[in-house]
């Protein structure tokens, strides 16, 4: 048998962090809600073997990407780690490739401005390590 991609602290720190960070501060934010549904997806779908092309979720928005926070959000509250993983990795996977198969939207969702916004904040935390809240954490 295979090691797994993610372990499940690892899939708690990851999913832990979407469900009671992400959630919240991206409800208007159409590519960092899309950003979280595929980290979701890869995380808690990994163990069954279940991949996702590149746009797998990005061009399935919003169909799959509600779907996925929807289920995120009503996940058990993560004050129970090990209630919280096995919910994940039982209700996602099918969540993460339910909806329809064909491109739903060619991007345009995605406001340039806010895309570059967006994509400035994830590289200054992965790339300026005296930056205030670097993701110096192995899971980010």
Request: proline share 8%.
């Amino acid at each position: 048998e295979t090691t797994p991609v993610f372990i499940d602290s690892a899939i708690f720190e990851r999913l832990q962090h979407f469900k009671d960070v992400g959630l919240p501060a991206t409800l208007q934010d159409p590519i960092a809600r899309a950003a979280i549904a595929d980290g979701t997806c890869r995380a808690a779908s990994a163990q069954k073997g279940r991949t996702f092309d590149g746009y797998h979720l990005w061009h399935h928005n919003p169909d799959r990407v509600d779907a996925v926070l929807k289920t995120l959000g009503s996940l058990p509250s993560t004050n129970q780690p090990s209630k919280f993983v096995r919910a994940a990795k039982n209700a996602l996977p099918d969540v993460c490739l339910a909806g329809k198969v064909q491109e739903t939207n060619q991007l345009t969702a995605y406001d340039p401005k806010a895309t570059a916004a967006t994509l400035t904040a994830w590289h200054r935390a992965l790339c300026k390590p005296d930056w205030d809240d670097p993701a110096n954490e192995p899971q980010q």
